[in-house]
């Protein structure tokens, strides 16, 4: 079936420094990726998304680049803070029923370390 | 907050019995998707209902079943529970038929605990 692979599985960083979680997919079809971030015995929030027709997408701190011959995504985080510590998902749409769902990669534990 | 409401937030229950989630989307909300988060397996798609009627299919169990009401409300039943059902469960709630138009918001989470 359909799979999305991250790495790595945990990450470790001093604060200030950057941080980058890459993802793998294997449905040609995909084209609606979004990263979720998951602090610890909280929900998944969509912190940045990109789309099949878009490279490269910037929010402050926070960057996603598409590399849809590779098949594969990746986040960017800039000048970490220690709130950025988190879990965090990547996910690609897939075809499911007529619309589409998302699959999941299996998590990034990003710590910050001050 | 998401607007995504779950009920329980934490159930305890034994080995073999029967139970019911619930999940009440954002209003204006059409489809519900049903994640299981474990400890090894991150997030796992279960199932998605749109308007009322099942839309597509994931890693669900044959024990497990959800239906979508009327009033767009979802509950996800798990029967004949074995201690791997342990894990948090999320509804996640869209407007559209799918995510790859409008964004999923998730809902606080049920943590199922199968004794």
């Known amino acids: 079936g359909e799979n999305v692979e991250q790495h790595p599985s945990t990450l470790s960083v001093q604060e200030g420094d950057s941080a980058v979680i890459k993802c793998t997919y294997s449905?040609?079809?995909?084209?609606?990726f979004p990263w979720y971030k998951q602090e610890l015995g909280k929900r998944p929030q969509l912190i940045i998304d990109?789309?099949?027709?878009?490279g490269e997408k910037k929010d402050q701190r926070i960057a996603v680049t598409l590399n849809k011959t590779a098949k594969h995504f990746s986040l960017h985080i800039t000048e970490t803070q220690p709130e950025d510590s988190a879990v965090y998902f990547c996910?690609?749409?897939?075809?499911?029923?007529?619309?589409?769902?998302?699959?999941f990669g299996k998590g990034t534990k990003l710590s910050v370390k001050p | 907050d998401s607007g995504v409401t779950q009920t329980p937030k934490h159930l305890i229950t034994a080995t073999g019995q029967r139970v019911t989630l619930r999940c009440s989307p954002r209003?204006?909300?059409?489809?519900v998707y049903w994640y299981q988060q474990s400890l090894d397996q991150g997030l796992q798609f279960l199932i998605q209902?749109?308007?009322?009627?099942?839309?597509a299919k994931g890693n669900i169990l044959e024990r497990f079943s959800a239906q979508q009401f009327p009033d767009l409300h979802s509950e996800l039943n798990l029967s004949s529970l074995e201690l791997g059902d342990s894990a948090l469960y999320f509804c996640?709630?869209?407007?559209?038929?799918?995510?790859?138009?409008?964004?999923?918001?998730f809902g606080q989470g049920t943590r199922l605990t199968v004794v």
């Open positions: 996640a709630s869209s407007v559209g038929g799918g995510v790859t138009n409008t964004e999923a918001f």
């Open positions: 449905d040609s079809a995909s084209n609606y």
């Open positions: 990109i789309r099949s027709n878009v």
């Open positions: 996910a690609a749409s897939i075809r499911g029923g007529s619309q589409g769902n998302l699959i």
């Open positions: 209003s204006g909300d059409l489809s």
């Open positions: 209902y749109y308007n009322g009627e099942e839309r």
